[in-house]
């Protein structure tokens, strides 16, 4: 089993800041790409950012130049610096990770629980 446990959402006014903190642990013997999607209220869930095991980014044009995504293989946690926050950045945020379990398995693509993410105007 692997589980994903996210922190550091919460309410921030519109202009403020947020770091999320994602930590990946249980059977692991290899980590891909990991992750942070997001869904508002009504909405379908939507890529943020990406990072590879290499640390390689992508990320949704909503968020470029305001959000920076990082990672630190050694911990399997990413983390998710989220600057000039918007109150359309208000959101369920998710971790994602591809996760091989063991030697020879495929990858497993695992999710968080979620964090929620509220700016006010």
């Known amino acids: 089993q692997v589980q994903l446990v996210e922190s550091g959402g919460g309410l921030v006014q519109a202009g403020g800041s947020l770091r999320l903190s994602c930590t990946a642990s249980?059977?692991?013997?290899?980590?891909?790409?990991m992750g942070w999607y997001r869904q508002g209220p009504g909405k379908q869930r939507d890529m943020v950012a990406t990072?590879?095991?290499?640390?390689?980014?992508d990320y949704a044009d909503f968020v470029k130049g305001r959000f920076t995504i990082s990672r630190d293989n050694a911990k399997n946690t990413i983390y998710l610096q989220m600057n000039s926050l918007k109150p359309e950045d208000t959101a369920v945020y998710y971790c994602?990770?591809?996760?091989?379990?063991?030697?020879?398995?495929?990858?497993?693509?695992?999710w968080g629980q979620g964090t929620q993410v509220t700016v006010s105007s």
């Open positions: 994602n990770a591809r996760v091989r379990p063991r030697i020879h398995a495929t990858f497993y693509d695992y």
């Open positions: 249980g059977s692991i013997f290899g980590i891909d790409a």
């Open positions: 990072i590879t095991s290499g640390s390689r980014t």
